[in-house]
């Protein structure tokens, strides 16, 4: 059984800051690439931001240098640091990971709960 739990959502001024954490816990060997989607009331769920497990990452263009993801894989944890927030940011943020549960498992998807950002103007 894999769990992934995010925590640091919130309400934020247009041009503030907020951190997203998202921890992997369970049966766990190996965890692949990590990322963070998000989906907006009306708009389908979109890609913010990947990092593999040896640090490459990508990001939508729309968050190009205002997001740094991040991970810590001796705590199995993927971070987000959003910064310069923009009302166009709300949205409920997920959590993905590629996590293979036993050295003789397959890959599988998981994903967290979500964790709502909202950006006031």
């Known amino acids: 059984q894999v769990q992934l739990v995010e925590s640091g959502g919130g309400l934020v001024q247009a041009g503030g800051s907020l951190r997203l954490s998202c921890a992997a816990s369970g049966s766990i060997f190996r965890i692949n690439a990590m990322g963070w989607y998000r989906q907006a009331p009306g708009k389908q769920r979109e890609l913010v931001a990947a990092i593999t497990r040896g640090g490459s990452t990508d990001y939508v263009d729309s968050v190009k240098g205002r997001f740094l993801i991040s991970r810590d894989n001796a705590k199995n944890t993927v971070y987000l640091q959003m910064n310069s927030l923009k009302p166009e940011d709300t949205a409920v943020y997920y959590c993905?990971?590629?996590?293979?549960?036993?050295?003789?498992?397959?890959?599988?998807?998981?994903w967290g709960q979500g964790t709502q950002v909202t950006v006031s103007s």
């Open positions: 993905n990971a590629e996590i293979q549960s036993t050295l003789w498992a397959s890959v599988s998807d998981y």
